[in-house]
Nanobody, 121 residues
């Protein structure tokens, strides 16, 4: 099995920073794209940022210039550095990874359990 475990969420004042981490573990052969999504109450889950195994990144316009995604391929871990946080960034943040399990040749998408980020005004 493959597990994604997130950490680093919490409560922060507007203008503050948080750093999220997500570590993938299990029978992993390789990981392609890793990313972060978020879901606010009453809203659909939305893309925050993604990063390929080669380091190519993509992010939502709403977080450009404030959030930075990075990864450590050796540790199967992805990070999200969030600066200049706004109340509208409040959401549950989910980690996602396209994982090729050991002994297979295809990729499946896995999700973490989510971590709450709350930004107070």
């Amino acid at each position: 099995q493959v597990q994604l475990v997130e950490s680093g969420g919490g409560l922060v004042q507007a203008g503050g920073s948080l750093r999220l981490s997500c570590a993938a573990s299990g029978s992993i052969r390789r990981i392609n794209v890793m990313g972060w999504y978020r879901q606010a109450p009453g809203k659909q889950r939305e893309l925050v940022a993604t990063i390929s195994s080669g380091g190519n990144t993509n992010s939502a316009d709403s977080v450009k210039g404030r959030f930075t995604i990075s990864r450590d391929n050796a540790k199967n871990t992805v990070f999200l550095q969030m600066n200049s946080l706004k109340p509208e960034d409040t959401a549950v943040y989910y980690c996602n990874a396209d994982v090729q399990k050991s002994g297979t040749y295809w990729y499946d998408a896995y999700w973490g359990q989510g971590t709450q980020v709350t930004v107070s005004s």
